[in-house]
């Protein structure tokens, strides 16, 4: 999959859309899912052109993978997940349902979330 500069990320990225954002760093950015599955549900994203997380643990820098998964606890700690619990979650391509083809991470919390997936259906 190559990187499309034209999804939805890239352009809360750049300013052309607005996010509701939650944490910024260096190489990462948090903010608030448009449509949320969880009493809290927040992405975080790096600020580099990757597609998933194969392509971002291959190609990002140390920097950026070390920024990235800083970011990912601070955000729990900042939205007072830790207490409690959270999930992370990370969907690639077409068996996973992949909507926006910027990597990101799910951060689900807030509530009693159930099960980690729900089985496929199967015939
Ligand atoms: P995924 O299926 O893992 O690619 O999740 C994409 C998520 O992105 C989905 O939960 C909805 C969210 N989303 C899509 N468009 C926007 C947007 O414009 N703003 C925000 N904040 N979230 C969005």
Known sequence: MTYDDANIFAKILRGEIPCDKVYESE??????DINPQAQTHVLVIP??????????????SAAEI??????LGTVARQLGLVADG?????????H????????????????????????????
């Open 86 to 94: 959270y999930r992370l979650l990370a969907n690639h391509g077409a």
């Open 27 to 32: 190489h990462s950015l948090a903010f608030r």
């Open 96 to 123: 996973a349902g992949q909507e926006v083809p910027h990597f990101h991470m799910h951060v689900f919390g807030g509530e009693p979330l159930g099960r980690m997936v729900s089985p496929p259906a199967r015939v």
């Open 66 to 71: 070390v920024d990235f998964t800083r970011a």
């Open 47 to 60: 600020k580099g052109a990757y597609v998933s997380a194969d392509d971002f643990s291959a190609q990002a």
